[in-house]
């Protein structure tokens, strides 16, 4: 059974950071692409951001130069760090891997379980 645990979240002061992780067990023989999304209250699920297994990124306009996305293969885990956080991203943020290649096939569009944000003074 694979399982995406996300953590780090938290209250948070506006113009404070935060680094989100996403660890994912099982057994796992390749984890594609990643991605953060964020879903605030009364809104709809929204893309944050995703990494390739190669590393390469993309930005939701509206986090760019804030947010960073990276992710440690050998650890399969997969992060987002936050600086000069808003009230506007408040909201509970998921982590999502594209496939997941285990030692019994693959699973596809696989989901945390989220962590919440809380940006406020």
């Known amino acids: 059974q694979v399982q995406l645990v996300e953590s780090g979240g938290g209250l948070v002061q506006p113009g404070g950071s935060l680094r989100l992780s996403c660890a994912a067990s099982g057994r796992i023989v390749r984890i594609y692409d990643m991605g953060w999304y964020r879903q605030a209250p009364g809104k709809q699920r929204e893309l944050v951001a995703t990494?390739?297994?190669?590393?390469?990124?993309n930005y939701a306009d509206s986090v760019k130069g804030r947010f960073t996305i990276f992710r440690d293969n050998a650890k399969n885990t997969v992060y987002l760090h936050i600086d000069s956080l808003e009230p506007e991203d408040t909201a509970v943020y998921y982590c999502n891997a594209d496939r997941i290649a285990t030692a019994f096939g693959s699973v596809y569009d696989y989901w945390g379980q989220g962590t919440q944000v809380t940006v406020s003074s």
């Open positions: 990494i390739t297994r190669n590393g390469i990124t």
